[in-house]
């Protein structure tokens, strides 16, 4: 198609009549607490920073039962989704400089919203050029995860708006012989660097041919505690392994981040699945932030699928979203707009659908344990059992 839709809800909501698109919002969407996601009021000056920048916001708030002895969590986060700022044959300053414009414009609308916990997309800070195989100039956007310079604009972001920013980023690890990683940095309210996560889990398929670049993270699956809650980040592919994401919940994570990079053509009807069902199996908010629009390469590439060389990945489709422990999502950013997706959410929410479902309580670890402890072996055969009558 050559022209991109805006979204699927703004296409269920033309031409579904309200009486059923309520119903179909519910059995899509989910309730929560017995009814719709509730919408958050956008305050003039974010709005006015949205409009005179050329971005979307949506704001949402998912609610728990109110308790006797615990009082609520509130914390708001918050999602960037943006296209690049500049043309991919510029210099790369010029292209870091144009993306970082970009996101201080939309991270003082996340400031006067009052989010306190923020996520950028996967190495925000440069065009996703890991398709073309070729290393320069794309390798120059990598800089150090501690005193990079757009390291050093989120710490000054963060301690401008008392907010902790999850920055994904190329890092060169200058203690390491300057290898590269596809890294997360955990920025603290006062700008303060409190650790790094990095991409579990590198994909080998279609244009995605990042392990040309950098090898899988042996940092494991870390969880930071903030003030404003216990926060780990799944980076892009990581989403398609449950593995991971149960991980993470078992070490304690309240909301997981996904900050991705992924084409309409190759997943997107995996996408409003995948991390909704992480977060209703993990008891955990997740938030899924996949860039946006079409960036085009000075050189061609292939894609190893016989089809023809070409200059862009395909359409980076946005449609980013938060998803709760108790089955609901929020409304998404469209498949086409830089865009700001704010929930404010109470994190007493994940304990309660805890002891709702009883997953972790009913959960066989010590049986999946043994099977992938067997499973590792050189010498594992597969338990099938074959029907005698078969010949």
């Not at 009807?269 to 996949?290: D, H, K, L, Q």
Request: charged share 20%.
């Amino acid at each position: 198609m050559s022209k991109q839709f805006e979204s699927v809800q703004a296409t269920l909501e033309k031409y579904i009549p309200a009486e059923e698109l309520s119903e179909v919002k519910r059995i899509l969407y989910g309730y929560n607490r017995g009814h719709h996601v509730k919408s958050l009021p956008i305050c003039h000056e974010a709005l006015d920073l949205a409009n005179k920048n050329n971005f979307e916001i949506v704001a949402s708030k998912v609610e728990a039962e109110s308790e006797q002895l615990r009082k609520p969590r509130i914390v708001r986060l918050g999602i960037i989704q943006n296209s690049i700022g500049a043309e991919t044959t510029a210099p790369i300053q010029d292209q870091y400089l144009a993306i970082e414009a970009k996101i201080e414009k939309m991270i003082d609308a996340a400031g006067a919203m009052g989010v306190n916990v923020l996520c950028l997309q996967e190495t925000w800070h440069m065009p996703f050029a890991f398709c073309t195989r070729e290393k320069y100039p794309w390798v120059e956007f990598a800089e150090s995860a501690s005193t990079g310079q757009s390291i050093k604009f989120i710490q000054r972001m963060a301690r401008k708006y008392n907010m902790v920013i999850i920055s994904p980023m190329l890092e060169r690890d200058d203690v390491h012989a300057s290898t590269i990683h596809n890294t997360a940095v955990v920025v603290g309210n006062n700008g303060n660097i409190i650790g790094k996560s990095r991409k579990n889990h590198i994909p080998r398929t279609g244009d995605f041919n990042e392990s040309t670049y950098y090898m899988e993270s042996t940092l494991g699956h870390p969880v930071f505690e903030t003030i404003y809650g216990k926060i780990a980040i799944n980076i892009c592919y990581g989403r398609h392994h449950n593995l991971n994401w149960l991980a993470y919940g078992l070490n304690g994570a309240e909301i997981v981040f996904n900050p991705s990079a992924t084409v309409g053509e190759l997943s997107e009807p995996m996408w409003g699945v995948e991390a909704r069902n992480a977060a209703m199996t993990n008891n955990y908010f997740v938030g899924s932030i996949n860039r946006v629009g079409t960036e085009h390469f000075p050189n061609e590439f292939t894609s190893g699928n016989g089809k023809p060389a070409h200059k862009d990945f395909g359409h980076f489709y946005g449609s980013s979203y938060f998803s709760s422990p108790d089955n609901c999502c929020t409304p998404s950013l469209s498949r086409v707009s830089d865009g700001l997706n704010i929930s404010e959410v109470d994190l007493n929410l994940c304990q309660q659908v805890k002891d709702k479902w009883n997953f972790q309580m009913t959960a066989r670890y010590e049986l999946y344990a043994k099977f992938l402890t067997d499973y590792i072996n050189p010498n594992y055969q597969p338990n099938i059992i074959k029907d005698p009558s078969m010949k």
